[in-house]
Every structure is written in structure tokens, then in C-alpha cells.
């Protein structure tokens, strides 16, 4: 599996996890009154869930497929936009 298949499957995860919690703040509030603490845990929860994507790096020049420039972006690049490195291509040496 390529790096930009394996990072788009990321990005889609991190949308599940992303409405989750937006639906965990909401809930709370609706039937609590405003939490802090749901929304605390909505962000602890998208910065666990989101840690796997500083792995999807270049594996010519290690730049992160998700970052253009300075910004990071929800949706990766298809090919490293440092080197021009085609991200879509499965590595030659994970045969499996
Ligand atoms: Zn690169």
C-alpha cells in the first residue's frame, strides 16, 4: 500500500474521529449545560488520534505529505511537494 493510500485512509479515520467528537461536545451540551471537561476530552482525543500522521513522511526527503509549505492540511499530498517524490506509489521493498 502506498503512503498516499495508507495517509488518505488517516485523513478519512481522522474525520470519523473529528465527528465523534463534535458530537460528544454537543451531546454534552444539550444535556448537561456547557462542559469544559467533553470539550477537553473532544481535543485530547483528536490529538491522539492524529499522531500517527507525522509518520506519513516522504521517504526521499522526509517531508510530511501532510504539510504544504508552513500549513498543515487535513487531505495529503499526492506527491511530496519538496522533492516531487510520487507518493502513490508503493515502495519497492514492502512487496506483501
Ligand atoms: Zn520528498
Redesign the pocket.
Known sequence: MSLYARAVRHAWRMAGVLALSVLLVLTTDRFYGHSSLAFAGAIIMLLIANAPMLRFN??????NAFFRGPFVVPWPNRS?N????DLDTPPPSQNR
Open positions: 516522504c521517504p526521499r526527503c522526509g517531508k511530496c519538496r522533492c516531487g517524490l
